[in-house]
């Protein structure tokens, strides 16, 4: 399989064959030198204009000595001269996805045929690394000279005063053709909950160029003149479609129309999802709060009874739409998709927080016996009366006295019981460390000296030996110490964790409502363990959230049951979660199903990369919950299944079928999400200021691989995958939501034995030399299961096989090589011009270093190479497990008790991204991540980006993702993620879409989009 960076002499024959022999003419073929400066009449982009106001500089290169020929920097474009072929847009697409994105270089969005190829260049070093860059690749550089097979480089130089934005907005605005009518689909069933809205998102004018300018991703966009769509899904296109230039124009014509307008359909969609600012909304969250609509600044934000700091604006208004689908939309919850590091967890907690306030202002205005005498008397409305709160609102809410108001319905909706959260192992001590500093236990009641319960964090460890201990002393212990009529009846000793159940330790049903009251916030481990008992020897958590049951289970493994149906269920990096079949899923769905009628409970689903594998399989558990009509989920479904074939196909065969699928989508996603990117604007303020993001892929190779041996082992262990996989696969089927051909493909092969011994070869060749028996089963000795714990330490990992090997395995490494630069990069890295929290940089000039690997085995390999290398400049410490108290210790040793100017070495914190890659608010003192293998799933690689790069971070970042670029395992793997991303991007665009609609001073942001690549 070819990579990017396949010189053009060596295409393989597939991929002549794949682009045709024309094509493969014109990449060796050099082309004539000079021409027109817009291009000759074959270039298919010589309808271009240049860039408005912007002169084309001489054929020289724009840079010589120390000084630019043009003072503002210039606009490099990079243009090919076929349309024929896929490669060069490959190469294209590769060269710009390698330029570090800094305050010296910007990549522009895609244009208006859609195509990725300009790039802004204002200082000396990027020039130089675009150059390197190019060099790199194959492409011959000299100077005086523009024509580089199979490019065409085009300059045009910014005068005074314009930006390299203002110029892009100036030439989009120049070419922007009149956008296709679309219009929306009929109205949903009568039967459907969820009603089409009034009128569509309008794209016209300078309004789609600015929604184009948002999107900071590599997508290209596919129009009849571009094989850019070709690039993304070429397993999948026939080969003659690439190739064939003779065929039926009428036929072309329309496959390349239904392209062009699948794009324009999915680019609306894309647009639509984000949440932008809406006058009305941001004022119906202000009368909620009590708030002034005026204050919308970053730090301006409101801060609730109960609660220990204010929430930012911005959080109020996710907040807000939070309860008002829950309660007032009669949704089953909502999705909160807010960018790594703008709070989701804090915005959660306020949701716990606004509803136990609600209930206990209701309580007030009801004259509740539970509260009657701690609160003063206060005048409140009579029922069914829609004016203002006589008293003002005293809990600092609208009042539940409002007849209509959120609080009434919150109040009027609300199940007993108490909140939930499911969150993964790694992030539950967080979660709840976060929670505690949040929420306060009691709540003081307004004009008065009394308080109240307020929220009862119980943050539930992972490690069963410790769960039982602090259930008990939490929940159990402390409360019946307070109480003791909830004495065991049957023992007359507080109620330890004993093998019976509900009826035989005596309790009822009032009373276990009592132990589990609402007013509690349970925080536990999403993990499969916290929710699933075996057999006799159950769990400590199954048994006490199993006091309802009458018998002992005697099944093998069963659900757990849980004593009351909680109010309000947290779903936390939902994304890790989110098939139907997991343990998860079915547990939630008996506490829905349990729940007596009007009482099930509310959803938040949680997740900063809320779509993974597809549309359809990454909301489709989720939104059972969620949409309250089965129809509006069948609804959906369908549509979503009709996007993800189109997206996998590169095109759809009913044009008006797909629109009217995005248009469902569009309508459903927006009425249940908050999706907010961390360089948005909130009326024209950045939401989140961070430093600069320098995001860069690092194709490695090593020489070892070129040797026959070595190759021949490659060739055999493909030849064995491949053929277990055809076997497999022969005879399914590619329609239905299974997927297509290439997917099934994909997941049959990542579980093969052959196919992971090309992947552990593809970072560490060396492997081959070991002895036989350890050689010929990498992943048997290599499988965490057999690591074992002493690998924790330096000395257990000296001692591990791996720890004798350690030259043997390192041999030829090209990403250790590489990681090697990176580390150097760190160490002679200083922090000019970084941000701190006052505005100054911060003392530290030492930069700590994550490593994330896919493979606990590959994490143990860098660590005990590093071991032996970089041991005295490196404190060196492996994660492999972020849930056991060692983990915890370890990475509280590594970063949080490290202070910014403290002495000693700096951390090489090594890990997995399952371990440390996601949920993780404690991982920004590092500020270098080197991403060492790729995972499965691309979203992990984006996680593990955002640990680094998010609040609280002072120095500018530096992520560096590494590939072999020499192994056909890793390559199928990245063009995946690749096609997976490019797919995605159109749907939830990681872009800045907020910037381009609300407008404001783009200064604020602080760095450019985060891309991560």
């Given at each position: 399989?070819?990579?990017?960076?396949?010189?053009?002499?060596?295409?393989?024959?597939?991929?002549?064959?794949?682009?045709?022999?024309?094509?493969?003419?014109?990449?060796?073929?050099?082309?004539?030198?000079?021409?027109?400066?817009?291009?000759?009449?074959?270039?298919?982009?010589?309808?271009?204009?240049?860039?408005?106001?912007?002169?084309?500089?001489?054929?020289?290169?724009?840079?010589?000595?120390?000084?630019?020929t043009s003072p503002q920097g210039f606009i490099v474009e990079i243009r090919e001269f076929t349309d024929n072929s896929i490669q060069p847009q490959l190469y294209r697409r590769d060269i710009l996805a390698s330029i570090p994105q800094n305050n010296g270089a910007y990549i522009f969005p895609p244009d208006e045929q859609g195509h990725q190829r300009s790039l802004h260049i204002s200082?000396?070093?990027?020039?130089?690394?675009?150059?390197?860059?190019?060099?790199?690749?194959?492409?011959?550089?000299?100077?005086?000279?523009?024509?580089?097979?199979?490019?065409?480089?085009?300059?045009?130089?910014?005068?005074?005063?314009?930006?390299?934005?203002?110029?892009?907005?100036?030439?989009?605005?120049?070419?922007?053709?009149?956008?296709?009518?679309?219009?929306?689909?009929?109205?949903?069933?009568?039967?459907?909950?969820?009603?089409?809205?009034?009128?569509?998102?309008?794209?016209?004018?300078?309004?789609?160029?600015?929604?184009?300018?948002?999107?900071?991703?590599?997508?290209?966009?596919?129009?009849?003149?571009?094989?850019?769509?070709?690039?993304?899904?070429?397993?999948?296109?026939?080969?003659?479609?690439?190739?064939?230039?003779?065929?039926?124009?009428?036929?072309?014509?329309?496959?390349?129309?239904?392209?062009?307008?699948?794009?324009?359909?999915?680019?609306?969609?894309?647009?639509?999802?984000?949440?932008?600012?809406?006058?009305?909304?941001?004022?119906?969250?202000?009368?909620?709060?009590?708030?002034?609509?005026?204050?919308?600044?970053?730090?301006?934000?409101?801060?609730?009874?109960?609660?220990?700091?204010?929430?930012?604006?911005?959080?109020?208004?996710?907040?807000?739409?939070?309860?008002?689908?829950?309660?007032?939309?009669?949704?089953?919850?909502?999705?909160?998709?807010?960018?790594?590091?703008?709070?989701?967890?804090?915005?959660?907690?306020?949701?716990?927080?606004?509803?136990?306030?609600?209930?206990?202002?209701?309580?007030?205005?009801?004259?509740?016996?539970?509260?009657?005498?701690?609160?003063?008397?206060?005048?409140?409305?009579?029922?069914?009366?829609?004016?203002?709160?006589?008293?003002?609102?005293?809990?600092?809410?609208?009042?539940?006295?409002?007849?209509?108001?959120?609080?009434?319905?919150?109040?009027?909706?609300?199940?007993?019981?108490?909140?939930?959260?499911?969150?993964?192992?790694?992030?539950?001590?967080?979660?709840?460390?976060?929670?505690?500093?949040?929420?306060?236990?009691?709540?003081?009641?307004?004009?008065?000296?009394?308080?109240?319960?307020?929220?009862?964090?119980?943050?539930?460890?992972?490690?069963?030996?410790?769960?039982?201990?602090?259930?008990?002393?939490?929940?159990?212990?402390?409360?019946?110490?307070?109480?003791?009529?909830?004495?065991?009846?049957?023992?007359?000793?507080?109620?330890?964790?004993?093998?019976?159940?509900?009826?035989?330790?005596?309790?009822?049903?009032?009373?276990?409502?009592?132990l589990f009251d609402r007013h509690r916030l349970i925080i536990v481990s999403s993990n499969p363990h916290s929710l699933v008992a075996k057999g006799k020897g159950c769990d400590f958590f199954a048994r006490v959230y199993q006091l309802q049951q009458h018998k002992r289970v005697t099944r093998v493994e069963h659900i757990v049951e849980w004593a009351i149906a909680p109010r309000f269920?947290?779903?936390?990096?939902?994304?890790?979660?989110?098939?139907?079949?997991?343990?998860?899923?079915?547990?939630?769905?008996?506490?829905?199903?349990?729940?007596?009628?009007?009482?099930?409970?509310?959803?938040?689903?949680?997740?900063?990369?809320?779509?993974?594998?597809?549309?359809?399989?990454?909301?489709?558990?989720?939104?059972?919950?969620?949409?309250?009509?089965?129809?509006?989920?069948?609804?959906?479904?369908?549509?979503?299944?009709?996007?993800?074939?189109?997206?996998?196909?590169?095109?759809?065969?009913?044009?008006?079928?797909?629109?009217?699928?995005?248009?469902?989508?569009?309508?459903?996603?927006?009425?249940?999400?908050?999706?907010?990117?961390?360089?948005?604007?909130?009326?024209?303020?950045?939401?989140?200021?961070?430093?600069?993001?320098?995001?860069?892929?690092?194709?490695?190779?090593?020489?070892?691989?070129?040797?026959?041996?070595?190759?021949?082992?490659?060739?055999?262990?493909?030849?064995?995958?491949?053929?277990?996989?055809?076997?497999?696969?022969?005879?399914?089927?590619?329609?239905?939501?299974?997927?297509?051909?290439?997917?099934?493909?994909?997941?049959?092969?990542?579980?093969?034995?052959?196919?992971?011994?090309?992947?552990?070869?593809?970072?560490?060749?060396?492997?081959?030399?070991?002895?036989?028996?350890?050689?010929?089963?990498?992943?048997?000795?290599?499988?965490?299961?057999?690591?074992?714990?002493?690998?924790?330490?330096?000395?257990?990992?000296?001692?591990?096989?791996?720890?004798?090997?350690?030259?043997?395995?390192?041999?030829?490494?090209?990403?250790?090589e590489a990681l090697e630069r990176c580390l150097e990069q760190a160490r002679t890295d200083r922090a000019v011009g970084s941000v701190g929290r006052d505005g100054q940089a911060p003392p530290c000039l030492k930069k700590h270093v994550c490593v994330f690997a896919a493979r606990p085995g590959t994490a143990l390999i860098i660590a005990a190479y590093a071991d032996k290398h970089w041991?005295?400049?490196?404190?060196?410490?492996?994660?492999?497990?972020?849930?056991?108290?060692?983990?915890?210790?370890?990475?509280?040793?590594?970063?949080?008790?490290?202070?910014?100017?403290?002495?000693?070495?700096?951390?090489?914190?090594?890990?997995?991204?399952?371990?440390?890659?996601?949920?993780?608010?404690?991982?920004?003192?590092?500020?270098?991540?080197?991403?060492?293998?790729?995972?499965?799933?691309?979203?992990?690689?984006?996680?593990?980006?955002?640990?680094?790069?998010?609040?609280?971070?002072?120095?500018?970042?530096?992520?560096?993702?590494?590939?072999?670029?020499?192994?056909?395992?890793?390559?199928?793997?990245?063009?995946?993620?690749?096609?997976?991303?490019?797919?995605?991007?159109?749907?939830?665009?990681?872009?800045?879409?907020?910037?381009?609609?609300?407008?404001?001073?783009?200064?604020?942001?602080?760095?450019?989009?985060?891309?991560?690549?």
């Amino acid at each position: 399989m070819d990579s990017p960076n396949t010189p053009v002499s060596q295409l393989s024959k597939r991929r002549r064959e794949a682009v045709g022999p024309d094509a493969c003419t014109s990449l060796t073929k050099r082309p004539r030198q000079g021409g027109n400066a817009d291009g000759d009449a074959r270039l298919p982009y010589a309808a271009l204009p240049p860039f408005a106001h912007c002169p084309e500089l001489p054929f020289e290169w724009p840079y010589s000595g120390n000084s630019f020929t043009s003072p503002q920097g210039f606009i490099v474009e990079i243009r090919e001269f076929t349309d024929n072929s896929i490669q060069p847009q490959l190469y294209r697409r590769d060269i710009l996805a390698s330029i570090p994105q800094n305050n010296g270089a910007y990549i522009f969005p895609p244009d208006e045929q859609g195509h990725q190829r300009s790039l802004h260049i204002s200082d000396a070093g990027t020039w130089n690394i675009f150059l390197q860059t190019l060099r790199d690749r194959g492409v011959p550089l000299s100077p005086g000279e523009r024509d580089l097979p199979p490019y065409r480089l085009h300059f045009w130089a910014l005068p005074p005063g314009q930006s390299a934005t203002d110029a892009f907005l100036s030439r989009q605005q120049a070419v922007a053709p009149a956008p296709p009518q679309r219009t929306l689909p009929p109205a949903p069933s009568p039967g459907s909950s969820l009603q089409p809205s009034p009128s569509a998102p309008s794209h016209k004018g300078i309004d789609r160029a600015s929604d184009s300018l948002a999107d900071n991703s590599r997508t290209g966009h596919s129009d009849s003149d571009s094989d850019d769509e070709a690039l993304v899904f070429v397993s999948e296109r026939p080969a003659a479609q690439a190739g064939d230039q003779t065929g039926s124009q009428s036929e072309a014509g329309n496959s390349d129309d239904i392209a062009g307008s699948e794009n324009n359909v999915l680019e609306s969609l894309a647009s639509s999802l984000y949440t932008v600012d809406d006058a009305e909304r941001w004022a119906a969250t202000c009368q909620f709060f009590c708030h002034d609509v005026a204050r919308t600044a970053h730090d301006e934000g409101a801060q609730l009874q109960g609660t220990k700091f204010p929430l930012h604006p911005y959080q109020m208004e996710a907040v807000y739409e939070q309860l008002k689908r829950s309660f007032g939309e009669g949704l089953g919850g909502g999705i909160i998709a807010l960018d790594t590091g703008l709070g989701k967890t804090v915005t959660t907690l306020a949701v716990v927080a606004v509803m136990r306030l609600a209930e206990l202002n209701a309580a007030e205005v009801r004259r509740d016996p539970r509260i009657t005498g701690r609160v003063p008397y206060r005048p409140h409305n009579k029922s069914e009366t829609t004016t203002a709160c006589p008293s003002q609102n005293p809990w600092g809410i609208e009042c539940y006295c409002v007849s209509g108001s959120l609080t009434n319905c919150i109040a009027r909706g609300l199940a007993p019981g108490p909140s939930l959260v499911l969150t993964p192992a790694n992030v539950v001590e967080q979660f709840a460390r976060q929670a505690k500093a949040y929420l306060a236990m009691v709540v003081q009641i307004p004009e008065s000296e009394c308080y109240m319960a307020f929220v009862d964090t119980i943050g539930t460890s992972t490690d069963r030996a410790s769960l039982a201990s602090e259930v008990r002393a939490d929940i159990l212990m402390d409360f019946v110490g307070e109480h003791p009529e909830f004495s065991a009846p049957k023992t007359g000793k507080p109620p330890a964790l004993v093998p019976g159940f509900g009826s035989e330790m005596g309790y009822t049903e009032a009373q276990k409502s009592q132990l589990f009251d609402r007013h509690r916030l349970i925080i536990v481990s999403s993990n499969p363990h916290s929710l699933v008992a075996k057999g006799k020897g159950c769990d400590f958590f199954a048994r006490v959230y199993q006091l309802q049951q009458h018998k002992r289970v005697t099944r093998v493994e069963h659900i757990v049951e849980w004593a009351i149906a909680p109010r309000f269920v947290v779903l936390d990096e939902f994304h890790t979660t989110k098939d139907s079949s997991t343990k998860v899923y079915q547990a939630l769905k008996q506490m829905r199903t349990r729940a007596p009628a009007g009482q099930g409970f509310k959803l938040a689903a949680l997740s900063a990369t809320p779509i993974t594998v597809s549309l359809y399989k990454s909301l489709e558990s989720v939104l059972s919950f969620i949409l309250p009509q089965p129809a509006d989920l069948t609804t959906f479904l369908a549509a979503a299944q009709a996007i993800d074939s189109a997206t996998r196909a590169g095109g759809a065969k009913d044009r008006d079928k797909l629109n009217d699928a995005t248009a469902r989508c569009e309508q459903m996603l927006k009425a249940i999400m908050t999706r907010r990117m961390g360089n948005s604007l909130f009326h024209g303020k950045a939401l989140l200021r961070l430093p600069e993001m320098h995001a860069v892929t690092v194709p490695c190779r090593s020489e070892r691989v070129q040797g026959d041996d070595f190759r021949r082992r490659i060739a055999k262990l493909r030849e064995v995958w491949d053929s277990e996989a055809r076997a497999r696969l022969a005879g399914q089927s590619t329609g239905g939501n299974g997927g297509s051909i290439s997917d099934k493909f994909f997941q049959v092969v990542r579980y093969n034995s052959a196919f992971m011994q090309m992947l552990w070869l593809a970072s560490f060749p060396g492997l081959v030399d070991l002895p036989s028996h350890l050689s010929s089963n990498l992943g048997g000795w290599l499988n965490s299961d057999k690591l074992g714990s002493s690998i924790g330490t330096r000395e257990g990992r000296s001692a591990h096989e791996v720890g004798q090997h350690i030259d043997t395995i390192s041999k030829g490494s090209g990403k250790l090589e590489a990681l090697e630069r990176c580390l150097e990069q760190a160490r002679t890295d200083r922090a000019v011009g970084s941000v701190g929290r006052d505005g100054q940089a911060p003392p530290c000039l030492k930069k700590h270093v994550c490593v994330f690997a896919a493979r606990p085995g590959t994490a143990l390999i860098i660590a005990a190479y590093a071991d032996k290398h970089w041991a005295d400049e490196w404190d060196v410490v492996l994660v492999l497990s972020a849930a056991t108290k060692k983990g915890k210790q370890a990475i509280q040793d590594a970063f949080l008790k490290i202070p910014f100017d403290g002495a000693g070495k700096p951390t090489l914190l090594i890990s997995t991204t399952g371990t440390t890659g996601t949920g993780l608010d404690s991982l920004q003192r590092a500020n270098h991540a080197v991403l060492f293998e790729l995972p499965f799933v691309e979203t992990e690689a984006q996680q593990a980006g955002g640990r680094i790069h998010r609040a609280g971070q002072q120095l500018p970042c530096h992520w560096t993702k590494l590939w072999a670029a020499d192994s056909e395992a890793e390559t199928l793997i990245k063009e995946r993620h690749e096609k997976r991303f490019e797919a995605f991007s159109r749907i939830l665009r990681d872009g800045e879409s907020d910037r381009a609609r609300v407008g404001g001073d783009a200064s604020q942001l602080g760095s450019p989009s985060r891309l991560y690549i």
